[in-house]
């Protein structure tokens, strides 16, 4: 039986569920931006000293801006983009393609029945969330 998109990320959203997955992604580009546009400040103001004090100045207030909130990641998601749900699908479709399903539900039973195919799924969702995202994973309540 052909797999959906859809029912791909059905089911990684309920294993993550189930696993307390959460996931903070970080925007390091405003971060940085906002530490150069300081120093850029800062030395337009008070020069060599004014650059130091600037850049660190505005690297403590890009670091604390872009430090993400930690969100579940069945949000995370049910929000990314189709291109974005396809790269994932794609690496994920490779784990689970042998099984013999009819529907969804039988699809997540499968999966959750094993602790092999939830250890690959898991790895292939841990793998693109920090690479694709740059996310930063949490386990738990």
Not at 12 to 41: E, W
Request: hydrophobic residues 50%; aromatic residues 4%; charged residues 15%.
């Amino acid at each position: 039986m052909p797999i959906s998109v859809d029912d791909v990320m059905q089911l990684l959203c309920h294993l993550s569920q189930v696993k307390g997955m959460k996931a903070a992604v970080k925007h390091s580009a405003q971060g940085a931006l906002l530490a150069g546009a300081t120093a850029l400040l800062g030395g337009l103001m008070g020069g060599p000293p004014g650059i130091a004090v600037g850049g660190a100045f505005g690297g403590l207030l890009g670091a604390w801006m872009t430090a993400g909130q930690f969100r579940p990641v069945p949000q995370i998601l049910l929000e990314l983009p189709p291109a974005e749900q396809k790269k994932l699908y794609d690496e994920a479709v490779v784990v689970i393609s042998h099984l013999d399903w009819t529907d969804i539900a039988q699809l997540t039973a499968l999966v959750m029945g094993n602790a092999g195919l939830q250890q690959k799924l898991t790895a292939v969702l841990i793998n693109y969330l920090s690479k694709e995202l740059r996310a930063e994973i949490q386990y738990g309540e």
